[in-house]
T-cell receptor, first 111, second 116 residues
Framework: EDKVVQSPLSLVVHEGDTVTLNCSYE??????LLWYKQEKKAPTFLFML????IEKKSGRLSSILDKKELFSILNITATQTGDSAVYLC???????????FGEGTQLTVNP | DAGVTQSPTHLIKTRGQQVTLRCSPK?????VSWYQQALGQGPQFIFQ?????ERQRGNFPDRFSGHQFPNYSSELNVNALLLGDSALYLC??????WGVGTDTQYFGPGTRLTVL
């Protein structure tokens, strides 16, 4: 059975800190790994990773995939209170396009 | 450019009732997927519609059914509601990639269903 595990489940930091969120997966016929940010309701797309070792970057957020060790990390530097959200990791297989999600990491950034 | 829209925003039903949730995909998208998100959990895949047909289905009972219309909008129907069906129902739209899957899925704001 396909499995996505995120850690930590919950994290509280102060503004300006750097955080690293982890996502490991076990899935046959892997195609891509996606990160989403969920603040209230709609998960908003952050990154799609398909190749190992290539960092994707958007402002203070960056992410990288390791297909040999089957994990990805999401880094957020100089955190702001607006970064407080649940960060979801999902994987997609080559057959079909359904997303299998992890439980999410609840990040709280205090001023 | 309108993103993915869903209606209604909130819904309260009682056990045994039936409910219909609606989704309009992002402009240019042709595939709609539905997910159920229980409190404190990640979304769980229900099914996906493409070309008005159910293309993939997750581990949900037959009480969950759907439909896609020629304009690509979609409905999710749930019959014989149970307390455990209380959740946030998310719709995601994407563009089919020549039958090998779809491009990035973009989510709507969801419908919060409460079953009493």
């Amino acid at each position: 059975e396909d499995k996505v595990v995120q850690s930590p489940l919950s994290l509280v930091v102060h503004e300006g800190d750097t955080v690293t969120l982890n996502c490991s997966y076990e899935v046959t016929n892997f195609r891509s790994l996606l990160w989403y940010k969920q603040e209230k309701k709609a998960p908003t797309f952050l990154f799609m990773l398909t190749s190992s070792g290539i960092e994707k970057k958007s402002g203070r957020l960056s992410s990288i995939l390791d297909k040999k060790e089957l994990f990805s990390i999401l880094n957020i530097t100089a955190t702001q209170t607006g970064d407080s959200a649940v960060y979801l990791c999902a994987v997609q297989k080559t057959s079909g396009s359904r997303l299998t999600f992890g439980e999410g990491t609840q990040l709280t950034v205090n001023p | 450019d309108a993103g993915v829209t869903q209606s209604p925003t909130h819904l309260i039903k009682t056990r045994g009732q039936q409910v219909t949730l609606r989704c309009s995909p992002k402009s240019g998208h042709d595939t709609v997927s539905w997910y159920q998100q229980a409190l404190g959990q990640g979304p769980q895949f229900i099914f996906q519609y493409y070309e008005e047909e159910e293309r993939q289905r997750g581990n949900f009972p037959d009480r969950f059914s759907g439909h896609q219309f020629p304009n690509y909008s979609s409905e999710l129907n749930v019959n014989a509601l149970l307390l455990g069906d209380s959740a946030l129902y998310l719709c995601a739209s994407s563009l089919d990639l020549w039958g090998v899957g779809t491009d990035t899925q973009y989510f709507g704001p969801g419908t919060r269903l409460t079953v009493l």
